[in-house]
């Protein structure tokens, strides 16, 4: 091969969040010799991956969808793009929203391979959720590749159709527990020795249910006074859910953390860690939790294929704040042997090193063979 097979991503903007993280988990480990990722990014803003993405050779192509909500602009700007690069023969869509549009026009334009990955098995109760919601129901029919994260997922977007599994797999040797990288954390960030830690990683987003979390960390917080939540990512909600904090008098006990490329060491800080998400396709950072042997307490509404070591317990929604509050201090407490986590996840697909090689095969064949 003189040349990399270049696969065109659709993605809102390269942050550090979770499908995003995927994507550069398997840019970072596939053979970029064999297959090179270039970006169609829906935003004129510069995110925190973009100048990795480039020093790995990667083009960034910047749609305005996101910035001006024009979307016959945006449905012009992608023909015109399509009609000037008619080197991409395969796009892989990971923004799901407007999946359905950008693989049409790449369908109406001859772009041979259109492949739509579902991340997501529900969407955001809202009216903007349920316009995108319905909308996302044409995938199916310009899509000619079908790729899922969980069989929830592929539901939730294909119906029956046949899809290929894609695990949303990670860096494990990243993600490896380290006693002395806990005792650093907790001391840069002022936990005691005997304080429980409880983590949660994830945008402020109705979909990741912070609201629910605080309730149920207040109700964790009567029980065990020094318990600490550290809370990881940035988002709309992130202001609201602080003075949530504060009306409640849980200052000195919930950090705020931001967006962060050192997840692994928070995560080394942590006891249990926690995701009452309203809905998930399958959680990147569930995978990450895990391998460094965490505990994990999940909603009922996440995949039970998330569940690699053993170590998720589920609990529905419904479930009154005093019970998700018990079983989190339950769990919290319970010794796990972390190093046999972090083996039990090195063997599967969920490592990276063995999916990326999974995928350059997939998008060679795809390139070379069709469809």
Same mark, same amino acid.
């Given at each position: 091969?003189?040349?990399?097979?270049?696969?065109?991503?659709?993605?809102?903007?390269?942050?550090?969040?979770?499908?995003?993280?995927?994507?550069?988990? *398997?840019?970072?480990?596939?053979? %970029?010799?064999?297959?090179?990722?270039?970006?169609?990014?829906?935003?004129? @803003?510069?995110?925190?991956?973009? @100048? /990795?993405?480039?020093?790995?050779?990667?083009?960034?192509? +910047?749609?305005?969808?996101?910035?001006?909500?024009?979307?016959?602009?945006?449905?012009?700007?992608? !023909?015109?793009?399509? @009609?000037? &690069?008619?080197?991409?023969?395969?796009? &892989?869509?990971?923004?799901?929203?407007?999946?359905?549009?950008?693989?049409?026009?790449?369908?109406?334009?001859?772009?041979?391979? %259109?492949?739509?990955?579902?991340? $997501?098995?529900?969407?955001?109760?809202?009216?903007?959720?349920?316009?995108?919601?319905? *909308?996302?129901?044409?995938?199916?029919?310009?899509?000619?590749?079908?790729?899922?994260?969980?069989? /929830?997922?592929?539901?939730?977007?294909?119906?029956?159709?046949?899809?290929?599994?894609?695990? $949303?797999?990670?860096?494990?040797?990243?993600?490896?527990?380290?006693?002395? #990288?806990?005792?650093?954390?907790?001391?840069?960030?002022?936990?005691?020795?005997?304080? #429980?830690?409880?983590?949660?990683?994830?945008? !402020?987003?109705?979909?990741?249910?912070?609201?629910?979390?605080?309730?149920?960390?207040?109700?964790?917080?009567?029980?065990?006074?020094?318990?600490?939540?550290?809370? *990881?990512?940035?988002?709309?909600?992130?202001?609201?859910?602080k003075q949530k904090v504060e009306r409640l008098h849980l200052q000195e006990k919930v950090k705020f953390l931001g967006i962060r490329k050192d997840t692994n060491r928070m995560y080394c800080a942590m006891d249990l860690f926690i995701l009452p998400s309203l809905y998930e396709g399958l959680p990147v950072v569930g995978?990450?939790?895990?391998?460094?042997?965490?505990?994990?307490?999940?909603?009922? =509404? #996440?995949?039970?294929?998330?569940?690699?070591?053993?170590?998720?317990?589920?609990?529905?929604?419904?479930?009154?704040?005093?019970?998700?509050?018990?079983?989190?201090?339950?769990?919290?407490?319970?010794?796990?042997? +972390?190093?046999? =986590?972090?083996?039990?996840?090195? =063997?599967? %697909?969920? $490592?990276?090193?063995?999916?990326?090689?999974?995928?350059?095969? *997939?998008?060679?064949?795809?390139?070379?063979?069709?469809?």
């Amino acid at each position: 091969m003189d040349k990399p097979i270049r696969v065109l991503n659709m993605v809102p903007i390269m942050q550090t969040a979770g499908i995003e993280n995927f994507i550069m988990n *398997l840019y970072r480990n596939i053979d %970029r010799e064999a297959v090179q990722f270039d970006f169609i990014v829906h935003s004129l @803003k510069e995110a925190a991956y973009d @100048k /990795e993405i480039e020093a790995l050779g990667g083009k960034i192509y +910047r749609f305005t969808y996101k910035d001006d909500k024009n979307f016959i602009k945006y449905v012009k700007d992608l !023909f015109h793009f399509f @009609k000037e &690069h008619k080197e991409y023969k395969i796009i &892989h869509g990971n923004m799901q929203s407007m999946m359905p549009v950008y693989l049409w026009v790449g369908k109406k334009c001859g772009v041979p391979v %259109r492949i739509a990955h579902s991340h $997501n098995s529900s969407y955001e109760k809202s009216k903007k959720g349920f316009t995108l919601h319905l *909308l996302s129901k044409f995938t199916k029919y310009v899509a000619n590749v079908r790729f899922a994260c969980s069989k /929830e997922a592929a539901e939730y977007l294909f119906g029956k159709k046949t899809y290929e599994f894609i695990p $949303n797999a990670i860096d494990v040797e990243k993600f490896h527990f380290q006693e002395e #990288i806990r005792k650093q954390v907790r001391k840069e960030l002022e936990i005691p020795d005997d304080s #429980i830690v409880i983590g949660h990683v994830g945008r !402020f987003d109705l979909q990741k249910n912070h609201i629910r979390l605080i309730d149920i960390f207040a109700e964790v917080s009567k029980r065990e006074p020094k318990a600490i939540l550290l809370l *990881l990512g940035g988002g709309r909600l992130e202001e609201e859910i602080k003075q949530k904090v504060e009306r409640l008098h849980l200052q000195e006990k919930v950090k705020f953390l931001g967006i962060r490329k050192d997840t692994n060491r928070m995560y080394c800080a942590m006891d249990l860690f926690i995701l009452p998400s309203l809905y998930e396709g399958l959680p990147v950072v569930g995978i990450e939790a895990q391998t460094e042997g965490l505990k994990c307490l999940f909603s009922d =509404s #996440i995949s039970k294929e998330t569940n690699i070591t053993g170590q998720i317990e589920y609990l529905p929604l419904q479930a009154s704040d005093e019970t998700w509050a018990e079983k989190m201090l339950q769990m919290a407490k319970e010794k796990i042997d +972390r190093e046999n =986590s972090y083996q039990k996840v090195k =063997s599967t %697909r969920f $490592n990276i090193k063995e999916n990326a090689k999974y995928m350059k095969d *997939l998008y060679i064949r795809y390139q070379e063979k069709g469809v």
